[in-house]
């Protein structure tokens, strides 16, 4: 079915460890986005894509790297990850340009950094 | 900026009674503003969008939610609550109708008691 894949969507790691969280999509949307959500602040954007190559900080970049070799994938690094990392990460793509196209989102991975 | 504030973070209502989440933004420019639902462990879903057309919009399942300029909200409504609308609601902004990157709001758990 087309639709947009998160994986895992369960993941307990280690401080300091490298841990990427996996994106699909099948809709060959142009902007894929990643989010972090934790009580008390909803969404908020760590880094999106514009197209393949293309990527731009969001609202909370620090500690995280993405990659865009591909239209349909958009993983996410935390390259040494924290405890303050901890948090349910989800996955949007749109097609277009303008704010009236909605954001498509993953079911999440929800992640514990012990 | 943008910002955006949803002024209950819990609403209880009884099954069959309406149903009123209260949002208010801020928008430097014309807003476009969403709606969308997170059942448990799910993505988010759109609900429904006002990007300048009709002030009030209707969405899915029956909500629909009234644009008003002059008191800066975009409250959303339910004539009669059913079991199935237990999940939590965020209130979105993004500014002007180009492309501009989603604001959240902190949510709303909406509770629906038998």
């Known amino acids: 079915d087309a639709g947009i894949t998160q994986s895992p969507r369960y993941k307990i790691t280690e401080t300091g460890r490298q841990v990427t969280l996996m994106c699909h999509q099948t809709?060959?949307?142009?902007?894929m986005f990643w989010y972090r959500q934790d009580l008390g602040h909803g969404l908020r954007l760590i880094y999106y894509?514009?197209?393949?190559?293309?990527?731009d900080k969001g609202e909370v970049p620090d500690g995280y790297v993405v990659s865009r070799s591909k239209t349909e994938n958009f993983p996410l690094t935390l390259e040494s990850a924290t405890r303050s990392q901890t948090s349910v990460y989800f996955c949007?793509?749109?097609?277009?340009?303008?704010?009236?196209?909605?954001?498509?989102f993953g079911d999440g991975t929800r992640l514990s950094i012990l | 900026a943008q910002s955006v504030t949803q002024l209950d973070s819990h609403v209880s209502v009884s099954e069959g009674t309406p149903v009123l989440l209260r949002c208010n933004y801020s928008?430097?420019?014309?807003?476009?503003l969403f709606w969308y639902v997170q059942h448990p462990n799910k993505g988010l879903q759109l609900l429904l969008k006002?990007?300048?057309?009709?002030?009030l919009v209707k969405g899915i399942n029956g909500f629909e939610a009234e644009f008003k300029k002059s008191e800066t909200s975009f409250h959303l409504t339910k004539p009669s609550a059913h079991m199935s609308d237990a999940a939590e609601y965020f209130c979105?902004?993004?500014?002007?109708?180009?492309?501009?990157?989603?604001?959240f709001g902190k949510g709303t758990m909406l509770l629906v008691s038998p």
């Open positions: 949007a793509s749109s097609v277009g340009l303008t704010a009236d196209q909605p954001q498509h």
């Open positions: 809709w060959s949307h142009s902007y």
């Open positions: 894509s514009a197209a393949a190559d293309i990527t």
């Open positions: 928008s430097s420019y014309s807003p476009s």
């Open positions: 006002y990007t300048s057309a009709a002030t």
């Open positions: 979105v902004v993004s500014e002007g109708s180009g492309y501009s990157t989603l604001t």
